[in-house]
């Protein structure tokens, strides 16, 4: 990673998996601190049948909305791929992701 970029490692772990519902619990790494996070995957009328809730309210707030929809998209794909393929919803998911630069 370079020095003039900035990101978060985003690591959940699922806790609940229904057939209307998946559930992942963990957390958001961020230069030396962790903040917890939820991301909730609920059947919806969406194109693809899904919509994510994520929530982090310990997330700094100038972050934190930013932090949210990354973390629901990340989940979100994720149990749409593995849906798609017939696989069962993945136990962890890890990525990091640079944070989007402010003006």
Do not use: N
Not at 31 to 45: D, F, L, M
Not at 46 to 57: E, F, K, M, N, S
Not at 85 to 92: F, I, L
């Amino acid at each position: 990673m370079a020095a003039d970029k900035k990101g978060v490692r985003i690591v959940l772990d699922r806790d609940d998996d229904a057939e209307e519902l998946v559930i992942y619990r963990g957390r958001l790494e961020l230069e030396g601190t962790a903040v917890p996070i939820e991301v909730r995957i609920e059947r919806a009328e969406t194109p693809d049948g899904l919509r994510a809730d994520a929530a982090a309210p310990e997330a700094p707030a100038e972050l934190r909305a930013a932090l949210e929809r990354l973390a629901g998209a990340m989940a979100r794909s994720a149990v749409r791929s593995a849906r798609h393929e017939g696989r069962p919803c993945p136990r962890r998911i890890q990525r990091w992701r640079e944070l989007p630069r402010h003006g």
